[in-house]
Structure formats: structure tokens, C-alpha cells
């Protein structure tokens, strides 16, 4: 997946070099670290899998035969590694939910739905900027303009979000 929150330089032809945007909002960068702690998740459960395939696959091969004194050593081994994934799993589960709870409290004190729609493809799920501006039906304007709100605030709490249509209460 491209990460569009960096800009790149350089003309064509040339090695671009990608350097990180500077922002203000300082709740963007808990939004963005969700989708990372995710993939870590996921990676140490692949590994946690691969290993009690492992397993598996040496207590298939055990024998009642005497072959040099115990349990073989690859087991072992095996047993120990397992153990340390599900440790290193079990934090980085805590270390999530953690994350997730506090990037929702931010999420749900966005009172705007296209807003929080925007901020969610944006910094959470990490959606490229096309696709988001597809999505959202916004022009390249509007959606530089709404980034632009979004990182120069101080916190999600402070942007201020301009709306496509707003109610006229007029009282007959």
C-alpha cells in the first residue's frame, strides 16, 4: 500500500527522495500507528503458526525407539519459541487495544461524518489519496483544503471542517 503522507522530490529521471510532511495535529500520529501495531500483530501470529506447524510436524516424527536420551531437542527449542510469541502477542494485543481505545475516543469526538469518514481513510487506514477523493466525491481542492484544516489544527477537536451543505433554520 503507498504512503501518501510524505511528499517526493526530485525530477524525472532522478532517485525521488520521499521526506515526511510536517504537521501540527498532534492526534495523527496515534491514528496512523492503529494500522501498524495491526500488521505487528499479524506478523507474530504468522510466526506463532509457522512454529506449532513446527511442532506439529516434530511430535509426527516421534518414535518410541530409544535414540540418545530424551526428548528431541528441536522440540524443545520449538516449545521455547512458541512460549516467547505468545508473550511478545499477548503485549502487543494489550498495546493495541489500548491504541484503538484511545484513537476512538478521537474518532467519535469527530462530530462530522464526512469529516471522520476523511480522517479515518486518511490516517488510520492509510488509503491513497486518490482513492480517498474517489471515495469522498471531493475535487483535488477540496481534499488538499480538508488535509490542510486537519494538520494545521492543534488536535482533531480544533479543526475546523467545512461541510458541503448546512441546514438553513428558517422558522416560518
Known amino acids: 500500500m503507498r504512503n501518501d503522507n510524505f511528499q517526493i522530490s526530485g525530477s524525472e529521471g532522478m532517485e525521488k527522495e520521499i521526506k515526511p510532511v510536517v504537521i501540527r495535529n498532534r492526534d495523527i500520529p496515534l491514528l496512523a500507528d492503529v494500522l501498524s501495531i495491526m500488521q505487528e500483530i499479524n506478523q507474530i501470529e504468522q510466526r506463532r503458526d509457522w512454529q506449532r506447524d513446527r511442532m506439529t510436524n516434530i511430535t509426527q516424527h516421534l518414535t518410541g525407539m530409544p535414540g540418545g536420551g ?20 499477548e503485549q502487543r494485543c494489550k498495546e493495541y487495544v489500548r491504541q484503538l481505545k484511545a484513537a476512538q475516543k478521537i474518532l467519535n469526538g469527530i462530530e462530522s461524518r ?59
Open 114 to 172: 464526512s469529516m471522520r469518514a476523511f480522517v479515518t481513510m486518511k490516517y488510520v487506514m492509510n488509503v491513497p489519496d486518490t482513492e480517498i477523493r474517489q471515495e469522498l466525491n471531493m475535487t483535488r481542492t477540496g481534499f488538499n483544503r480538508a488535509r490542510r484544516c486537519v494538520e494545521s489544527a492543534e488536535c482533531m477537536a480544533a479543526v475546523k471542517w467545512r461541510e458541503r451543505f448546512i441546514l438553513n433554520n428558517v422558522k416560518k
Open 70 to 89: 530424551g526428548m528431541p531437542k528441536g522440540f524443545d527449542e520449538a516449545f521455547a519459541l512458541l512460549s516467547e510469541l505468545d508473550e511478545e502477542h
